[in-house]
């Protein structure tokens, strides 16, 4: 609705569409690995890190189409300088990396499993969370098939055994409800995004990128091209780096 108003309102209003896909912590400013809130994929890491996220479901050879923050701003800032010097006709600009520079859900399961079994997080215990590869089911059904017959079934034997002996278990049994319905949450929210094969056609936003080499003096102030990033060093040095140092509590 709001892409037709604008659409509609182009001739009146100078006015610019920005679509980022899945936005992450900063590339470079104002410092490397900023980030604020847990955004998409940080959940999964925080989970994961803290021990609860063991298994999971998607396709590991999906692309996830992400983008540092400070890119889709610097996107936005160069398409409101084209559009007020009517440089550029076009009003959409798809911000994002799965044409120009893709990920995958392979990529991001190697590197969460390096970087924290060399960078463990300390429990409130004080002790290191030891991680595993995730078990990724590639299908709903075996997703399912795993969860009952793996803690389903565990979870209904502690519920017989709370009213056998007067709810002795009842710590145990609500941790394991708790950490399956947090899984369960995540597998809701997430399941259109962990199968999604589609990449995102960013042709108007390399059109606004040779504008800026060609056009801007301050062209190296306004990065956002997601081929210079190193996927590997970016989510080893800076992005899982940032959300423990801003997100985990």
């Known amino acids: 609705m709001g892409e037709m108003m604008v ?32 955004r998409t994929i940080d959940s999964l890491a925080v989970g994961y ?11 590991l050879e999906a692309i996830v189409d992400v983008i540092p923050a400070d890119m889709v701003v610097n996107a936005i800032i160069v398409a409101m300088i084209a559009e007020a010097r009517h440089q550029q006709p076009q009003t959409i600009y798809q911000v994002g990396s799965s044409i120009r520079n893709p990920l995958r859900y392979s990529n991001l399961q190697d590197y969460g499993f390096r970087y924290f079994t060399k960078n463990p997080w300390i429990n409130k215990d004080g002790k290191p969370v030891i991680v595993s590869k995730v078990t990724v089911m590639n299908s709903m059904d075996s997703f399912q098939r795993y969860m009952a017959f793996r803690y389903l079934l565990l979870l209904k034997g502690l519920e017989l055994a ?88």
């Open 162 to 249: 709370n009213a056998a002996f007067c709810h002795f278990f009842q710590g145990v049994y609500s941790n394991l409800n708790r950490k399956i319905n947090w899984v369960m949450r995540l597998v809701d929210i997430y399941r259109p995004y962990l199968f999604f094969n589609a990449t995102f056609d960013d042709l108007n936003t390399e059109k606004l990128r040779m504008t800026a080499r060609t056009s801007l003096v301050e062209n190296d102030m306004f990065y956002f091209d997601p081929k210079s990033i190193d996927w590997e060093d970016y989510f080893m040095n800076i992005h899982l780096p940032g959300i423990v140092k801003y997100i985990f509590k």
């Open 7 to 38: 659409g509609e309102l182009k001739d009146i209003i100078p006015a610019v569409i920005i679509r980022p896909t899945i936005i992450t912590s900063t590339y470079k400013e104002p410092f490397p690995g900023w980030v604020e809130g847990i």
């Open 49 to 59: 890190a803290k021990g609860k996220l063991t298994f999971f479901l998607g396709d």
